[in-house]
């Protein structure tokens, strides 16, 4: 069991913090519960690894609790907690066997043999090690390499959550896809917590039933990869995820419409008036901007056409700002002028990056 | 065109064949052209085939039987010193700072022995170790221990092999520091997870990743040690009797002292040809685990 609890918890590498901006991770509250998979989506640098080595009990937090099920385990070393952890680059112990690699975190804390060799030909079935157990870690290909460190991590049985720390990094792109269906199905065969770090999009929205997006040290949004798509918090995970990112478009509240350069766009909600300080913009997927005729909607400037294949993405100009649509199919582009349709239930308000909640429905 | 281009590759590498011929094989040929010949003096020689081999590597004869002593002797001083200084600099390179200012501190005082000229060395411990002036040897005296390696075979060889701990274990520290510096940190944190105490650290993760670096050390030290001449020569000069001659000093005794030019012709040869046998015997030996070299 082990749901995982981080109260008021912030982290700085420096001596004497004096700014947020001094912190790796700003002070949270957050609750994984037990049995989940979660992704912590983020950019390089926001703090998702020191997070990480925060709850496995590799660094110390500043400030704030670590709870395993409600027992405060802030101050126990790493090796107490009931916790295993992945690395980005494989760790073996390389003079050892596969077999004694797996073994290894079983023999420091001194378990009898019979429970070791059965616990280890347990753990190799699972991940499809039986064959490579006499094998010299040294030798082993990076991938088999990253099975035996999940390995170790896996064999001793009260372990109730794994952290994964960028693991598929070093992987080759097809193995990376079997592997992460292994954790998956591991997932759901075992009773674990597992939380993967990540920077990529695809990786997290895949493995975890909720994705927690961070950017400078803070959750910016946590959820489900629907509501990241749907309804980003921030104007980060709008552009994060999402392949192009969501169009943001600097503009002016006006009631139930937003101004853009002159343009009306109706909101189809009312919002209050924001303080004239605030940045305000815009939010719409390019899913939900069509580019059409003429005089389809508001005009634009055709700057370029991507064909993905899939989907064509056009690259215009909204008085002066960028924005991505899609070209629907049929659609033929003459010359640079055109028109966008948006769809007013897909618009979304930020004010400083920030979802703003309209004031009536 | 191709072999136009080989042919230019030659002019290219003949710097390199000049430079050679001149500093290694030139000298190595006139060795091998005194090692078979004989000579009285006034630069006239005489053809002695391998006598001087055969004789030198007989132990009935004199020469070989004086050739055996210190090659045995050497052989002990090696061994004795590569036992205390690997080890020992592998403990320094444990117990150094990993970072802040006082790496950069260690650093420099680790390095300071290995600056100073070999005869500097010598010199500073001929003096420091003697027992009537010298603030090491007078101490050992007023503790009530009789220490004078003028006199005593086996205080001259604690002096020496001191002395060459002293000036060389901290390159086996520096070599061994350098390995652990390049371990990276998840290496450490999987150990803390895995419940990892400090030996199991040292036998899974540092001593495998020093591996390399070690075997660079011990035929480093190894080669050094058994060269050997000017710091023993300059504290005991050999003595007391032949008890810290070593294969160089005696090389030096039997070319400049004996002026036998033919007979240390034989025997630096000889000596060389052990040195190369017994590296390739130590990396042969050192390098069979490791299956998958360059291979992390």
Not at chain 1, 308 to 313: F, S
């Amino acid at each position: 069991m082990a749901r995982i609890d981080l109260v008021d918890l912030a982290h700085t590498y420096l001596a004497r913090a004096t700014s947020a901006a001094d912190f790796a991770v700003k002070p949270m509250t957050r609750a994984w519960r037990h049995g989940g998979a979660y992704a912590l989506l983020g950019p390089s640098g926001c703090g998702k690894t020191t997070l990480l080595n925060i709850i496995s009990g590799l660094i110390a937090p500043s400030r704030g609790r670590v709870q395993f099920d409600g027992r405060d385990v802030t101050a126990l070393p790493t090796e107490r907690r009931n916790i295993a952890q992945v690395f980005q680059f494989p760790v073996i112990y390389d003079t050892l066997t596969v077999y004694e690699n797996l073994a290894f975190p079983l023999r420091n804390r001194g378990t009898d043999r019979g429970t070791i060799d059965a616990r280890v030909r347990e753990i190799a079935q699972l991940l499809d090690l039986s064959g490579a157990l006499d094998h010299r870690a040294r030798g082993l290909t990076a991938d088999v390499k990253q099975k035996v460190s999940l390995g170790r991590g896996l064999v001793r049985s009260d372990v109730a959550a794994i952290l994964f720390d960028e693991p598929l990094t070093v992987i080759d792109p097809h193995l990376k896809l079997q592997l992460r269906a292994m954790l998956k199905q591991l997932h759901r065969q075992l009773d674990l917590t597992m939380i993967y770090v990540t920077h990529d999009q695809t990786e997290a929205l895949t493995f975890a039933d909720e994705v927690v997006v961070m950017y400078e040290g803070e959750v910016v949004q946590a959820g489900t990869p629907e509501e990241l798509f749907e309804r980003p918090a921030h104007t980060f995970v709008g552009w994060f995820i999402g392949s192009p990112g969501m169009n943001l478009l600097p503009c002016r509240i006006d009631g139930t419409a937003a101004v853009v350069g002159g343009h009306r766009i109706g909101l189809g909600r009312r919002y209050a008036a924001l303080p004239a300080d605030r940045r305000v913009e815009l939010g719409v997927r390019p899913e939900y901007t069509i580019l059409a005729g003429l005089n389809g909607g508001l005009p634009v400037r055709v700057r370029r056409v991507d064909d993905l294949g899939r989907v064509r993405i056009a690259k215009v100009e909204l008085a002066g700002h960028p924005v991505a649509a899609i070209v629907p199919d049929g659609l033929a582009i003459d010359g640079e002028e055109a028109a966008i349709a948006l769809d007013s239930n897909r618009l979304h308000v930020y004010a400083d990056g920030h979802l703003v909640a309209p004031a009536e429905a | 065109m191709d072999k136009q281009t080989n042919q230019r590759g030659w002019l290219l590498v003949l710097p390199v064949v000049v430079i050679v011929a001149f500093s290694a094989i030139l000298p190595l040929m006139t060795v091998v052209n005194y090692s078979v010949q004989d000579t009285f003096g006034n630069n006239q020689f005489f053809w002695n085939g391998v006598g001087w081999f055969s004789e030198l590597l007989d132990p009935r004869s004199e020469l070989g039987a004086r050739f055996l002593e210190a090659l045995w002797r050497n052989l002990l001083f090696s061994a004795i010193v590569l036992a205390i200084e690997i080890p020992l600099g592998v403990l320094v390179a444990l117990a150094m700072p990993r970072q802040g200012w006082t790496v950069a501190f260690c650093l420099v005082v680790m390095a300071l022995p290995l600056l100073i000229p070999w005869n500097v060395v010598g010199t500073i411990w001929q003096i420091f170790a003697r027992s009537d002036i010298g603030l090491l040897g007078a101490a050992v005296n007023a503790l009530g221990l009789d220490y004078n390696y003028t006199r005593d075979s086996f205080a001259a060889w604690a002096t020496v092999v001191v002395m060459d701990v002293w000036h060389w274990t901290s390159l086996v520290a520096l070599l061994a520091y350098a390995g652990l510096k390049a371990i990276p940190e998840p290496f450490y944190q999987a150990a803390r997870i895995d419940g990892a105490s400090r030996w199991a650290v040292f036998r899974t993760i540092q001593l495998p990743k020093m591996q390399r670096v070690l075997i660079i050390a011990v035929l480093l030290r190894f080669m050094d040690s058994f060269m050997i001449y000017t710091e023993p020569f300059v504290v005991t000069g050999g003595g007391p009797g032949n008890s810290t001659t070593f294969l160089s000093i005696d090389l030096v005794k039997l070319a400049l002292g004996q002026f036998d030019l033919g007979k240390a012709a034989a025997m630096s040869i000889v000596y060389n040809l052990i040195i190369l046998a017994l590296c390739w015997v130590f990396w042969t030996v050192m390098t069979k685990d490791s299956d998958a070299r360059g291979v992390r």
